[in-house]
């Protein structure tokens, strides 16, 4: 892909290359959308090839960025800490490839929103976001069921399981949701319902982490001697806990980073597992999985 020389300039310049990196992905799916209005397939199509070759700039030529990603997922203000008292909703999975596109159907029905973006936890999983924003579950009203949301009005935070649970149904030779773009739509109708219900005036609709897509021409493959290792020692996963494993040269070749206990893959780097057909996968440290969106809506 071609960078430009101001993007580039700001990268040797800064102090903090999350922001700009950041602001640098959330326009590749903007302008996406942009231009793929009409057509949501091919808006997730373009938008993931020009992600895609973006990662593969910043993995070559900026390789201590995932070091400080890493950081940031751990020890950055979440969305709890940066929004006090305000109302808060997590759509599990949901990734910038989605927000973008209901940034700007809530733009068209006239909300006043913002589009800025936060971090998932390591590894980019549900479990670890749970245990880094020290909020119970218990204190979220939860969507099980997007035709039975059942909401007051009054709910303080809410967790969607949606659209994580829809995700791993769309596998090869699993029909039960066909699409993205299928998905996007019932995501879409959700947090239409979710705002025209809540009483609450400002709303921050976020994520607890993005995903990768493990399509061709989508991720990086690997040599056969470090997908060999990479087989054994992590499977169909993106992370193991740490332990009396030899990775040092996995390290070393950039494939992997060890990082608060745990062995995490790096980037989109990827390799074939036996019987598997997960298509969208996450728990690795990569900018779509751990850059997770943050929709601030005022109506």
């Not at 940031?72 to 599990?92: G, H, K, N, S, W």
């Amino acid at each position: 892909m071609k960078v430009e020389t101001d993007f580039i300039m700001k990268l040797i310049e800064c102090d903090n290359p999350i922001p700009i990196i950041g602001e640098k992905l959330l326009n590749i799916w903007l302008n996406s959308a942009n231009e793929k209005e009409d057509k949501i397939g091919d808006y997730y199509y373009k938008g993931e090839e020009e992600a895609r070759n973006f990662e593969e700039f910043i993995m070559k030529s900026y390789w201590e960025f995932y070091d400080q990603l890493a950081r940031a997922c751990l020890e950055e203000r979440d969305v709890f800490q940066l929004y006090p008292d305000t109302t808060v909703v997590i759509m599990d999975g949901m990734s910038i490839r989605e927000s973008v596109l209901l940034y700007n159907s809530l733009k068209g029905r006239r909300f006043n929103v913002k589009h800025g973006f936060n971090f998932s936890a390591i590894p980019s999983d549900t479990e670890s976001f749970r245990e880094k924003i020290k909020v119970s579950i218990n204190e979220f009203h939860q969507i099980n069921n997007p035709e039975n949301m059942r909401l007051s009005g009054n709910e303080k935070y809410i967790w969607s399981y949606f659209p994580d649970v829809m995700l791993d149904r769309i596998k090869i030779g699993h029909t039960v949701i066909s699409s993205l773009e299928e998905m996007y739509k019932i995501v879409e109708k959700m947090v239409l319902e979710i705002l025209s219900e809540l009483k609450a005036n400002r709303i921050i609709i976020t994520s607890d982490h993005g995903y990768i897509i493990t399509g061709a021409g989508f991720v990086f493959s690997v040599p056969d001697k470090a997908k060999r290792k990479l087989q054994q020692i992590f499977g169909s996963k993106r992370y193991v806990k740490m332990g009396n494993i030899d990775v040092e040269d996995l390290i070393e070749e950039g494939y992997i980073k060890e990082f608060n206990g745990y062995y995490i893959v790096k980037s989109r780097h990827l390799w074939p597992v036996p019987g598997r057909y997960s298509i969208y996968i996450h728990g690795g440290l990569s900018l779509m999985e751990c850059l997770t969106p943050v929709l601030e809506v005022e109506k």
